[in-house]
T-cell receptor, first 112, second 120 residues
Framework: SQQGEEDPQALSIQEGENATMNCSYKTSINNLQWYRQNSGRGLVHLILIRSNEREKHSGRLRVTLDTSKKSSSLLITASRAADTASYFCATDALGGNTPLVFGKGTRLSVIA | GAVVSQHPSWVICKSGTSVKIECRSLDFQATTMFWYRQFPKQSLMLMATSNEGSKATYEQGVEKDKFLINHASLTLSTLTVTSAHPEDSSFYIC????????????????FGPGTRLTVT
């Protein structure tokens, strides 16, 4: 079952601008992860944020997590054309060996 | 990090035939494996969960007789699409987890590169 909702579904920006994608989920989680997927390719793991963390940085990526609102955001700063891809959040639910559940994703287009 | 491979990376088959996709964990023991399916411009949808030596658990709406999953060893799971039809054309992604190793209070899940299936 799919529990995440991403917003927006599609985003088009100019190179150098920042891109913000949001993700909402429904159940309590151990952690939330963000993945990137280039068209027709496999997943690339970007960042993991634990349920007791509120913000995490990795290079040009900044992820926030608000467990009270069951939402997360991914910010890509100073975007590049190479950032063009689909971005998915995935939640790891509490309760043991349950699979990651993916949101619907945001298709990001960065125009040079 | 842990590596999961899939074979083949892409396959074209005729309608009515069966095709097998292999998923291997290369440097760890995958006690649990998951199979996802992704249609164009959509997200990953979980198809089934399998634990080594046990029967797979299928998600609602996934036909277990059509999508046969075998997880006979700790490093290999196979998905066989039987009597494939054009609507089965999709990107199939496997994922593996080593539940004997806890990292930061949870089990990490590693993804294969995916298999593109086209049924003509």
């Amino acid at each position: 079952s799919q529990q995440g909702e991403e917003d927006p579904q599609a985003l088009s920006i100019q190179e150098g601008e920042n891109a913000t994608m949001n993700c909402s989920y429904k159940t309590s989680i151990n952690n939330l992860q963000w993945y990137r997927q280039n068209s027709g390719r496999g997943l690339v793991h970007l960042i993991l944020i634990r349920s007791n963390e509120r913000e995490k940085h990795s290079g040009r990526l900044r992820v926030t997590l608000d467990t009270s609102k069951k939402s997360s955001s991914l910010l890509i700063t100073a975007s590049r054309a190479a950032d063009t891809a689909s971005y998915f959040c995935a939640t790891d639910a509490l309760g043991g060996n349950t699979p990651l559940v993916f949101g619907k994703g945001t298709r990001l287009s960065v125009i040079a | 990090g842990a590596v999961v491979s899939q074979h083949p990376s892409w396959v074209i088959c005729k309608s009515g035939t069966s095709v097998k996709i292999e998923c291997r964990s290369l440097d760890f023991q995958a006690t649990t494996m998951f199979w996802y399916r992704q249609f164009p411009k959509q997200s990953l949808m979980l198809m089934a969960t399998s634990n080594e030596g046990s029967k797979a658990t299928y998600e609602q709406g996934v036909e277990k007789d059509k999508f046969l999953i075998n997880h006979a060893s700790l490093t290999l799971s196979t998905l066989t699409v039987t009597s494939a039809h054009p609507e089965d054309s999709s990107f199939y992604i496997c994922s593996a987890r080593d539940t004997s190793h806890v990292s930061g209070g949870f089990y990490e899940q590693y993804f294969g590169p995916g298999t593109r299936l086209t049924v003509t």
